[in-house]
């Protein structure tokens, strides 16, 4: 069984930072997703990558196969961006999600 | 285009009750699914349907039923209502199998609670 571990739980930043949310997962994987949850509940699918960086608009999303890790950068951050981000990785085999507990971000005006 | 759409939003139900939580989506995608969402853990997959009239059971599947009779529509069902079913609850499609190359599609959830 795939363990997805999310770090930090919890962030608080300036409006304008940079910010890092890291995901690491103990078994290979055939794919991971990004996913943001909004205050009101929503889930919204931000990325699918299974190799290398892929970026939209202030958000970039990268992922290193051999280190079982994936980043999700946000650079300008924006109060918009207050929410919870949820890392969640496609196991080989079943090709079942296994989702991390997520990161709730919040940034300050 | 509305994309996945739950209903209700929020609902109360005495332990013991039964109740459908709907889910309909206008993408016609084959793929839908059932998570549940309790605090601190990640999301648990409940049923899957792979196309109309094809189910199967997920990670946490006791106490609930799903029929898929349209490809747009995946009701579940909550058979005698437990404490433990109170969750928020997300119903989610996709193009392809575990949304390989086209990612998914969330409802926006049902806060479920059981009293």
């Known amino acids: 069984k795939n363990e997805v571990e999310q770090s930090p739980q919890n962030l608080t930043a300036q409006e304008g930072e940079f910010i890092t949310i890291n995901c690491s997962y103990s078994v290979g994987i055939s794919a991971l997703h990004w996913l943001q949850q909004h205050p009101g509940g929503g889930i919204v699918s931000l990325f699918m990558l299974s190799s290398g960086k892929k970026k939209h608009g202030r958000l970039i999303a990268t992922i290193n196969i051999q280190e079982k890790h994936s980043s999700l950068h946000i650079t300008a951050s924006h109060p918009r961006d207050s929410a919870v981000y949820i890392c969640a990785v496609r196991n080989f085999g079943n090709e079942k999600l296994t989702f991390g507990t997520g990161t709730r971000l919040t940034i300050i005006p | 285009n509305a994309g996945v759409t739950q209903t209700p939003k929020f609902r109360i139900l005495k332990i013991g009750q039964s109740m459908t939580l709907q889910c309909t989506q206008d993408?016609?995608?084959?793929?839908m699914y059932w998570y549940r969402q309790d605090p601190g853990m990640g999301l648990k997959l409940i049923y899957y349907?792979?196309?109309?009239?094809?189910?199967d059971k997920g990670e946490v599947p006791n106490g609930y039923n799903v029929s898929r009779s349209t490809t747009e529509d995946f009701p579940l069902r909550l058979e005698l209502a437990a404490p433990s079913q109170t969750s928020v609850y997300f119903c989610a499609s996709s193009r392809d199998r575990e949304g390989r190359n086209y990612g998914y599609t969330f409802g926006s959830g049902t806060r479920l609670t059981v009293v």
């Open positions: 349907s792979v196309g109309a009239g094809i189910t």
């Open positions: 993408m016609n995608h084959n793929y």
